[in-house]
């Protein structure tokens, strides 16, 4: 008994062996090596494609002078755009630097709290703000941005951290940040860009040590690169710094990278594609995407000067959205706040409206997957989403009649229809070879002009 005793045991050390072996092989095998092939079959965390509709948000120095776009400096200093000179010749004295700005983001008014509570209620389920745009100002302390930074500038405070910690506490949504990799006027960038960059300086002393820092201290779930077209992958070290991402950050198994890491990227390379600032496929998508947008169609950032007539209205904005998700999007919706820390209120008007819509139609949008059709021409143009369980078909023309015909979906005896925000079945009745044909009731009155049909048993 004794002998048998040893032997199992003698056994079930070597079977603890082999598997802390096969484990071992796995975890190396289970490691992203620092290529584009390796990088590319890392499969796509899953809360990303479930929470379809984001917030982006545009602030920094280029909130003060808040004239033409985000862009004032590179059109003021490096285009020269005479607009842009006439603009500081009339309002600013001569010699005035665009570093002279930054005292006047004061941020008096910033809430990050309210912020929060303005995401959550437009039915926002992600958040990306700004860490660090072309002009190289960062909204956090960070360690390689002496004085050019929100904490030692400006505002004196960590903006990152503070609305970091306040979209995290509402639970239901994840934090992002944007982060370019150039800066128009760094000195080490300039001096990297000469070199035709053979010289790495920016990246050594400014970028890696910025970029590991903002991960580590903040651990974002969603890093959504830009500024990257000057260069090639190669000199960002992008393909090292995912590897990174991926394998030891304190995110790497929930962190989403986008697909602007160098030259040659842009739809090709990352974790999900934007491919170009507001990106509309005329089809589905083969890769996961997302498209970014703004209320204000001429700018991302603040502009003291825009008109209504420049901003998106509440039916084009969810029509963009049910475009964007029915074909296996994520839409991101930008808004840039005032030096002083506020939203405007035209931005916060949208934002809430889009979220009385959703409380009704969201189930057409969180977690849904591309139907097997995308849309159709039936009494009006439809746009489908589907679940495991339902079929959902929105439309944005308002009928004006209660017959209502869809030519796609087969039904069965087991089909219910319902209409959205309405709890009583609709009559229906089969067409000949595939659709229906329903009796929709009267339509209730929505500024988003948008309605939702649920088609429950249809194949």
């Known amino acids: 008994t004794q002998i048998v005793r040893q032997q199992v045991i003698y056994s079930l050390r070597w079977l603890l062996l082999g598997l802390c072996a ?8 289970a490691r992203y090596t620092a290529d584009w092939a390796s990088l590319d079959a890392r499969p796509l965390p899953a809360w990303y494609d479930d929470v379809k509709f984001g917030i982006f948000i545009h602030w920094g120095v280029f909130s003060v002078p808040s004239f033409g776009s985000e862009w004032f400096w590179w059109y003021w200093q490096g285009e020269k755009d005479p607009d842009y000179y006439l603009f500081m010749i009339k309002n600013y004295p001569k010699g005035f630097s665009y570093a002279e700005f930054a005292p006047g983001l004061k941020a008096e008014f910033f809430d990050p709290n309210e912020w929060a509570e303005i995401f959550e209620a437009s039915g926002a389920k992600y958040v990306v703000f700004t860490s660090k745009h072309h002009e190289g100002f960062t909204n956090w302390e960070s360690p390689t941005s002496w004085n050019w930074n929100s904490v030692d500038n400006g505002p004196h405070r960590d903006i990152v951290g503070e609305l970091a910690a306040a979209v995290r506490k509402r639970k239901s949504m994840h934090f992002g940040l944007y982060h370019s990799l150039f800066e128009w006027f760094h000195p080490l ?11 790495q300086d920016f990246i050594r002393n400014k970028l890696m040590p910025e970029l590991y820092d903002l991960v580590t201290s903040y651990k974002p779930e969603l890093i959504w690169s830009d500024g990257d077209w000057e260069a090639p992958d190669t000199y960002w070290n992008s393909t090292e710094f995912l590897a990174w991402l991926y394998n030891d950050s304190p995110v790497k198994d929930v962190i989403v990278v986008n697909d602007r890491w160098g030259q040659g990227c842009y739809c090709k390379h990352g974790g999900y594609f934007n491919c170009a600032d507001k990106y509309t496929p005329p089809e589905l998508p083969k890769h996961k995407w997302e498209k970014c947008n703004s209320v204000d169609t001429h700018s991302w950032g603040y502009r003291r000067n825009m008109k209504l007539s420049e901003l998106m209205d509440l039916p084009t904005i969810i029509k963009d959205l049910v475009y964007t998700v029915a074909l296996g999007g994520n839409y991101l919706l930008n808004i840039g706040p005032a030096s002083d820390g506020q939203i405007p209120v035209i931005f916060q008007d949208r934002l809430l409206r889009i979220g009385e819509w959703l409380k ?4 057409a949008i969180y977690s849904t997957k591309p139907w097997r059709v995308q849309t159709e021409n039936g009494t009006v143009p439809v746009w489908y989403t589907s679940t495991s369980s339902a079929v959902y078909a929105t439309f944005h023309t308002n009928p004006k009649q209660f017959s209502f015909q869809l030519f796609v979906p087969k039904t069965s005896e087991n089909t219910v229809v319902t209409l959205l925000g309405n709890p009583n079945p609709l009559k229906w009745a089969p067409l000949h070879s595939s659709g229906l044909v329903m009796l929709l009731p009267d339509l209730p009155s929505t500024p988003a002009e948008a309605w939702v049909i649920k088609l429950e048993g249809v194949a």
């Open 22 to 29: 096969v484990l071992c092989v796995s975890g190396r095998r």
């Open 189 to 199: 960038y300039l001096s990297d860009k000469d070199s035709n960059f053979t010289k």
């Open 360 to 363: 009704v139609n969201g189930e």
